[in-house]
T-cell receptor, first 116, second 114 residues
Framework: AAGVIQSPRHLIKEKRETATLKCYPI?????VYWYQQGPGQDPQFLIS???????DKGSIPDRFSAQQFSDYHSELNMSSLELGDSALYFC????FGGGSSTDTQYFGPGTRLTVL | SQQGEEDPQALSIQEGENATMNCSYK?????LQWYRQNSGRGLVHLIL?????REKHSGRLRVTLDTSKKSSSLLITASRAADTASYFC??????????????FGQGTTLQVKP
């Protein structure tokens, strides 16, 4: 079965550079979520999109922005990178059911971002 | 953690033993989910339990939910070395306008020794 695809899998950037992370949800899934997981930490919700509109926003820095495109893939854009941005970034997709059992989120393998 | 605590933070057992992990959360919920994460890799969905359910089974997994205590437990029976991973509980925050975002607990690192 098709899974969530994230690219790149690994990314190394210098401080103050920009990075773009891409996420391709499971076909027919209409909702995408982004999470950040620092070393030894639990995943933290960043932002989500439902039907190409931002649906929720968490602890996402102003330096970050994201969008969902017409084909439902999503991109997380990160600017003015800081050392503290080094983390695993996960994308998850679901078929939004408003709190029903279809809300199960399927996670991609993550992008490991290292900021030097 | 935004969510609460997982107990224990680390657990080491022998293959064949049962492993129990507990999770507490702070807000009301619509449902609670458990995820597994192998070291540095993606999160794999294990099981979802709704707020009106008290217990759910899936293979060697048993999840309980006590909404009055805002707590859940995950039991893995007859553990295997391949069960070695970190386990996270996650809730949806139970807001009226449920957008589906997950609020994770800190996770329990389980080591199963062969």
């Amino acid at each position: 079965a098709a899974g969530v695809i994230q690219s790149p899998r690994h990314l190394i950037k210098e401080k103050r550079e920009t990075a773009t992370l891409k996420c391709y949800p499971i076909p027919r899934h209409d909702t995408v979520y982004w999470y950040q997981q620092g070393p030894g930490q639990d995943p933290q919700f960043l932002i989500s999109f439902y039907e190409k509109m931002q649906s929720d926003k968490g602890s996402i820095p102003d330096r970050f922005s994201a969008q969902q495109f017409s084909d439902y893939h999503s991109e997380l854009n990160m600017s003015s990178l800081e050392l503290g941005d080094s983390a695993l970034y996960f994308c998850a997709s679901s078929l939004f059911g408003g709190g029903s059992s279809t809300d199960t989120q399927y996670f991609g393998p993550g992008t490991r971002l290292t900021v030097l | 953690s935004q969510q609460g605590e997982e107990d224990p933070q680390a657990l080491s057992i022998q293959e064949g033993e049962n492993a129990t992990m507990n999770c507490s959360y702070k807000t009301s919920i619509n449902n609670l989910q458990w995820y597994r994460q192998n070291s540095g890799r993606g999160l794999v969905h294990l099981i979802l339990i709704r707020s009106n359910e008290r217990e759910k089974h899936s293979g060697r997994l048993r999840v309980t939910l006590d909404t009055s205590k805002k707590s859940s437990s995950l039991l893995i029976t007859a553990s295997r070395a391949a069960d070695t991973a970190s386990y996270f509980c996650a809730t949806d925050g139970g807001t009226r306008s449920n957008t589906g975002k997950l609020i994770f607990g800190q996770g329990t690192t389980l080591q199963v020794k062969p």
